[in-house]
């Protein structure tokens, strides 16, 4: 059984940081791909952020420069650093695993909601 864990969700004010955190279990961590997405009230879900086995990233403009994405391999995890964090970021983010970055996720975590209060 393939599990993704989130973590890290909380409420902050506009400006301030959270780093999230997924765990992984029951698979090979590092054959696949990693994506943070994100879905707010009323809106589809988004992609964020993808870091392939290699660690090349992607991220939409909207969070360039403020969210970092990376991988741990050895602790089958990942992270993602949002910085500088607007109103407009309050949303559930999940965790997904992936064969190739950016493409239809293979697994889903079951979320973690993130709050920015202005």
């Known amino acids: 059984q393939v599990q993704l864990v989130e973590s890290g969700g909380g409420l902050v004010q506009a400006g301030g940081s959270l780093r999230l955190s997924c765990a992984a279990s029951?698979?090979?961590?590092?054959?696949?791909?990693l994506g943070w997405y994100r879905q707010a009230p009323g809106k589809e879900r988004e992609l964020v952020a993808t870091?392939?086995?290699?660690?090349?990233?992607y991220y939409t403009d909207s969070v360039k420069g403020r969210f970092t994405i990376s991988r741990d391999n050895a602790e089958r995890t990942c992270h993602l650093q949002m910085n500088s964090l607007k109103p407009d970021d309050t949303a559930v983010y999940y965790c997904?695993?992936?064969?190739?970055?950016?493409?239809?996720?293979?697994?889903w975590g079951q979320g973690t909601q993130v709050t920015v209060s202005s």
């Open positions: 029951g698979l090979t961590f590092r054959n696949y791909a």
């Open positions: 870091i392939s086995r290699s660690s090349r990233t």
């Open positions: 997904a695993v992936q064969s190739v970055a950016g493409s239809k996720p293979n697994y």
